[in-house]
């Protein structure tokens, strides 16, 4: 793991060495008593490129995800092939008047219907696909949207780009994120530990976990391609150039149900990527990714959470 | 009890991020308002014109598909009758007397009449339509090559755009009009459209006669063009950004 350059530091070791006051007070007289086992090792996770890259990633995801939902709610409807036949659509997100004169949300997905009001289709006293709360800008507004879409699009594929230049050259994708056979042969044992919200600890925990490792790179090398890739298949200009893009994805209507998949596998990514910092610690995981510094406890040392 | 204390914990930071996001879209929603921070998202648009113009061959051709493809249903987008009595009229008389005027910066400013267009050799092509919205349509479209006309009228070198002047009104009385790069202009899939699906294109669609530049968005294929004028710089002409969905927030270049 060349990414991760090892300082092992034991609390005795801290004795009269400045640390970062984030180290649990140690013993006062290394003399007076056995050791125990305690260690606490500090170790640096993430280098700085990796740092830049994740925090431009989560601007760049929170204002793409909700202006391309402000784009989704000028035609809040998806279609398979090349055109919308409007009587057809994969899933449709509309307001609807029920029979005792009420508005409704109703989601229809390959035509089963869904009430969603309050969050889809109708919400807040008005008839709109996602709710205000839910997109940039929070009023109708698709020009603004695509404002901002567009912008923060180009900052997510140089983000993208630097940051696949960068894993090929330092050996991080390699090193760090590309699953072993050891791995791979683990997954059951690591699925059932996902399950029962047991993680890692010690030396495990220095290096990240086979679905750890699944997820990171489904994310950096399926989707995100997808993504991009399908968002350019809905331009009129690049399929002229590229007319393949059509043909792979199934159309220009079959691109943008396809990337609005990919932008709810982005969503289901962030849930479980969020909630996994939370759970396994979350101010040494936010500091590893601001300051590159992440804290391992070894066995004998309380872990809470 | 430790059990309990983390779940505490868990609650507030679940409450912290549901705030921070919050927080976050708020900001947008006032970054939105602010007088400086579109004119920086705005900058995307050049950087999107650039790099498309870059990858794409001037005459690399829009996908043409077969008849089996074409939309039952071709909706009709934006104005959808210009609503004046002039156009009314024309519409009674089945536009015999429309007749689109090309000037501005060209050697010979020329009128020529509907039924001179059509006299011209046509080209007919089944494209797809890209509304900014999200939907696409499929139609067959029949027309004059915007290039032999103004290869008869022959732009000056200054002349940067072709502004198309509509007979549409919306309903604050503001006439719509559209532009686009004179070198888009010679695109051999760049027609002045009468037909649409064998048939006189219909007032909804843009009779008689409406742009097809196919490799834009909808919103660029005006409709009811009766004068075509050739221009150095968008100064004085609506809003003074090339479009009537341009003045109101949508870029000029409509390639995504």
Redesign the interface.
């Given at each position: 793991m060349a990414d991760l350059i090892e300082s092992p530091v034991t609390i005795f070791e801290s004795q009269g060495r400045s640390e970062p006051p984030y180290l649990p007070s140690a013993p006062v007289a290394p003399d007076r008593q056995p050791a125990p086992p305690l260690k606490v090792e500090r170790i640096y996770r993430h280098r700085l490129p990796v740092r830049i890259g994740h925090w431009l990633n989560v601007v760049c995801l929170?204002?793409l995800i909700?202006s391309g939902l402000q784009?989704?709610n000028?035609?809040p409807?998806l279609?398979w092939g090349?055109?919308?036949?409007?009587d057809q659509p994969v899933l449709s997100i509309r307001p609807m008047r029920a029979d005792s004169g009420e508005m409704k949300g109703v989601t229809t997905i390959l035509g089963h219907k869904f009430d969603t009001t309050g969050v889809l289709g109708y919400s807040n006293g008005s008839g709109r696909a996602f709710p205000a709360?839910a997109t940039?800008?929070?009023?109708r507004?698709?020009?603004?949207g695509?404002?901002?879409h567009?912008?923060f699009?180009?900052v997510f594929v140089i983000n993208g780009l630097l940051f696949a230049m960068y894993g090929l050259y330092s050996r991080h994708f390699k090193q760090d994120l590309l699953p072993t056979g050891r791995d791979l042969k683990h997954i059951p044992q690591a699925v059932k530990d996902h399950l029962v919200l047991r993680h890692p600890k010690g030396e495990e925990a220095k290096r990240y976990n086979v679905l750890q490792k699944l997820a990171y790179v489904g994310i950096l090398f399926v989707v995100a391609p997808l993504i991009v890739l399908t968002?350019?298949t809905?331009?009129?200009?690049?399929?002229?150039?590229f007319?393949w893009l059509?043909t792979i994805f199934g159309g220009?209507?079959a691109a943008?149900t396809i990337h609005f998949i990919a932008c709810f596998s982005f969503v289901g990514f962030i849930i479980i990527h969020?909630s996994q910092v939370?759970?396994t610690g979350?101010f040494n995981n936010i500091r590893s990714m601001v300051t590159g510094w992440f804290v391992v406890k070894h066995e004998g040392v309380s872990h809470?959470? | 009890m430790?059990h309990e204390r983390?779940m505490k914990?868990?609650g507030f930071?679940?409450g912290t991020?549901g705030a921070a996001?919050?927080m976050?879209?708020a900001g947008?929603?006032n970054l939105?308002q602010s007088t400086w921070f579109?004119g920086?998202?705005?900058?995307?648009?050049k950087?999107?014109e650039r790099v498309?113009r870059a990858?794409?061959?001037a005459n690399?051709?829009?996908?043409e598909?077969g008849e089996a493809?074409i939309?039952?249903?071709f909706?009709a987008n934006g104005n959808t009758d210009p609503g004046t009595q002039d156009y009314h009229e024309m519409a009674r008389s089945n536009f015999s007397g429309w007749d689109v005027t090309i000037d501005g910066l060209v050697t010979t400013p020329m009128m020529v009449s509907l039924a001179a267009i059509k006299e011209m050799p046509a080209r007919t092509q089944i494209t797809?339509h890209?509304?900014?919205?999200?939907?696409?349509?499929?139609g067959k479209w029949t027309g004059v090559p915007l290039g032999d006309l103004l290869r008869k009228v022959q732009p000056l070198p200054n002349a940067k755009y072709a502004v198309f002047h509509c007979a549409d009104v919306d309903d604050e009385g503001i006439s719509y009009y559209e532009s686009m790069a004179v070198a888009d202009c010679y695109h051999p899939q760049t027609i002045l459209a009468y037909e649409l699906n064998g048939q006189p294109l219909d007032v909804p669609h843009g009779a008689p006669l409406r742009l097809r530049f196919?490799?834009?968005?909808g919103y660029k294929q005006a409709k009811y063009v009766e004068r075509v004028e050739l221009v150095e710089s968008f100064e004085g002409i609506g809003g003074g950004k090339g479009g009537y969905?341009e003045d109101?927030?949508?870029?000029w270049y409509a390639?995504?």
């Open positions: 929170f204002i909700m784009i989704f000028a035609h409807a279609y090349d055109r919308s036949d409007r709360w940039i800008p929070s009023a507004w698709l020009a603004m695509r404002q901002w567009l912008f699009a180009w968002g350019l809905m331009s009129p200009t690049i399929d002229t150039a007319p059509l220009r209507q943008r969020v939370m759970l979350f809470e959470a | 430790k983390a914990r868990r930071l679940k991020v996001s919050l976050a879209l947008c929603d939105t579109p920086i998202l705005n900058k995307a648009e950087l999107t498309q990858v794409t061959p690399a051709m829009a996908k598909y493809d939309s039952a249903l909706p797809r890209d509304c900014v919205e999200g939907w696409s349509a499929i196919e490799r834009q968005l969905w109101q927030g949508y870029e390639g995504i």
